[in-house]
């Protein structure tokens, strides 16, 4: 099971962590990815880390304002959230792969969570 948490109301110019946390399997074995979709519009990938942590990958549109990190001795991803937008605004969604991908192309899609709702607005 996958849950994401952290999501939440916030000024333009904020910031917010998110966190996905994984039960009933150990999330050193499976990469993850945040994807996030707003109202109207396609899902779309923000970060991804690969199953060493060495590898990770963010989308143009977030590179210097959000931060992907893991802590597997909690078995729970992150996503720092920095300097948000009003166009941040978007349920946010956590999935896990098991062998990946994480390229910069192409994120984890197994196992998802139910999404967390950030609104960015004054």
């Known amino acids: 099971q996958v849950v994401e948490s952290g999501g939440g109301l916030v000024q333009p110019g904020g910031s917010l962590r998110l966190s996905c946390i994984a039960s009933?399997?150990?999330?050193?074995?499976?990469?993850i990815g945040w994807y996030r979709q707003a109202p109207g519009k396609e899902r779309e990938g923000v970060s991804c880390?690969?199953?060493?942590?060495?590898?990770?990958y963010y989308a143009d549109f977030v590179k210097g304002r959000f931060a992907i990190f893991r802590d597997n001795s909690k078995n729970t991803a992150y996503l720092q959230m920095n300097n948000l937008q009003p166009e941040d605004t978007a349920t946010y969604y956590c999935?896990?792969?098991?062998?990946?991908?994480?390229?910069?192309?192409?994120?984890?899609?197994?196992?998802w969570g139910q999404g967390t709702q950030v609104t960015v607005s004054s």
């Open positions: 999935a896990l792969g098991p062998y990946g991908p994480c390229t910069s192309t192409s994120y984890p899609d197994d196992l």
């Open positions: 009933g399997l150990k999330l050193d074995y499976y990469a």
């Open positions: 880390i690969s199953r060493s942590g060495g590898n990770l």
